[in-house]
């Protein structure tokens, strides 16, 4: 492998010369259901290919569900180069497959035999895990797992200097601050859904959503208001309901390319767009509802009040990771907000009484939007592909001192 500089979380991604070829970099993504497993993959993917100049390939079983995220990807090509990276279709032989020397595989998911075998000890192999708040995640990121002549390495996301932190491109936050701070932007925005800007009482709500029975009461609380509440639903699990609630409601009016009123809130649903463009969607709005893990990071990038919907596990461990994101988030917060917000976040995630969760949420919205900036500002600290590059580092170090010693 080419020697990389050491490259510190503070620092600018030292971009990588040109004269010595570039890092390989294998990135394995088995498509589960929804859009995290892919979004994860594709997002580094592509900052570890254009911020940091590294050859990346990355295999993906669902092509369908990469096209959603890319739709300028074809799902019917074995291979092809999109943003810098060459995707290629997890799924035919690997028999001539020379593998990369970085081997990440997201969300333990398990690499081919062949690949496997083809690997050397040369190689630096890293397990990509979920993201959690929970405290036990510092004890286990970097942990080694000794596969044969082969070490797997734990690599945790997380929202402490000793987990991997979070994905944040490096730009990601001036673009955000650009936007906020120009209207022609934030007007092209709405154009680009198909609306005149809002005017500046409306709240304006993202609701990126699974199923969910709360929903109802959530839309009386918006329908009974008292300001206008302009909700924009990509599409996605929750229309059925969302269709259901209105064609049920008495006094709703619905209006061209699928948007339906009743009472202080509009409804629209939007198409699902490439995954460069979502960001947009969160910035533009004062409230996000996010879900999963990767639109759940993005909505703390925003900087806005956010409800996070986390991905139901049958072990209901899912509740265990929840409170650990609270107790983090809400330790500053002022007793009514302590309240307001884990009360929304439960009854949205336990399909209860959302609507009336909704009122308290409200009242504290500012307290909450003070809450998000201090979040997001201490969390930039902690950037996944630099933590990233920097382990690969010292792994390469680490495997160099043993083959000298
Ligand atoms: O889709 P998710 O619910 O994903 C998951 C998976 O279910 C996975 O198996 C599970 O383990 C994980 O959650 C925790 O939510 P997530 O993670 O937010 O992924 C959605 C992706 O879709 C994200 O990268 C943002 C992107 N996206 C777009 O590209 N365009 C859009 O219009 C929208 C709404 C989202």
């Known amino acids: 492998m080419r020697a990389m500089e050491k490259i510190h979380p503070e620092s600018m991604p030292v971009p990588l010369s040109f004269d010595t ?17 892919i979004g994860v993959s594709w997002r580094l993917a592509r900052q570890l290919a254009n911020e940091f100049g590294l050859e990346v390939r990355l295999w993906v079983d669902d092509l369908v569900s990469f096209v959603k995220l890319c739709p300028d990807a ?25 593998p990369a020397q970085v081997v990440i595989d997201a969300f333990g998911c398990a690499l081919p035999q062949a690949y496997l075998a083809a690997m050397s000890a040369a190689s630096v192999w890293i397990n990509l895990e979920y993201l959690s708040a ?36 490096c730009d990601l936050l001036a673009r955000r601050d650009a936007f906020l701070s120009d209207s022609l932007q934030q007007k092209d925005f709405w154009e680009s859904v198909g609306m005149a800007m809002p005017s500046a009482d409306t709240l304006k709500i993202s609701l990126f959503a699974y199923e969910n029975a709360a929903l109802a009461g959530l839309f009386d609380a918006w329908a009974n208001a008292r300001q206008r509440v302009l909700c924009l639903v990509p599409e996605g699990r929750i229309l059925p309901q969302l269709k259901t609630y209105f064609a049920t409601s008495p006094l709703t009016q619905t209006g061209e390319g699928g948007s339906y ?13 490439a995954q460069e463009d979502y960001d947009a969607l969160l910035w533009a709005c004062d409230v996000n509802f996010v879900r999963g893990e990767d639109s759940c990071v993005r909505a703390q990038w925003a900087e806005k009040p956010f409800i996070w919907q986390i991905y139901p596990q049958h072990d209901a461990v ?3 990771k929840l ?13 009514a907000a302590r309240h307001a ?14 609507g009336q969760a909704w009122n308290a949420f409200a009242d504290v919205l500012d307290e909450l939007n003070v809450r998000a900036r201090t979040w997001a500002d201490a969390l930039a600290e902690n950037t996944l592909a630099l933590y990233l590059l920097d382990f ?6 680490i495997r160099a001192l043993k083959i000298e010693g």
């Open 21 to 37: 070829p570039a890092v390989s970099c294998d990135i394995f993504c088995n498509v589960i259901d929804n859009y995290g497993d």
């Open 392 to 397: 690969i580092q010292e792994i390469g170090i």
């Open 134 to 169: 929970e405290n036990w995640v510092e004890g286990c990121h970097k942990l080694p797992s000794p596969r044969g002549n082969l070490t797997r390495y734990f690599f945790f996301p997380g929202f402490t200097k000793k987990t991997g932190g979070l994905l944040l491109e």
């Open 261 to 273: 009123t009743r009472g202080m809130l509009t409804v629209r649903v939007l198409p699902f767009v």
């Open 318 to 320: 899912h509740w265990q």
């Open 74 to 98: 074809d799902a019917a090509l074995q291979s092809q180069h999109r943003r810098g990276v060459e995707v290629r279709l997890w799924g035919a032989s690997f028999a001539d497959v020379q």
């Open 341 to 354: 917000l884990p009360d929304l976040w439960r009854a949205w995630n336990d399909e209860g009484d959302a």
């Open 323 to 335: 409170q650990a994101f609270l107790n983090r988030y809400d330790a500053p917060l002022s007793s």
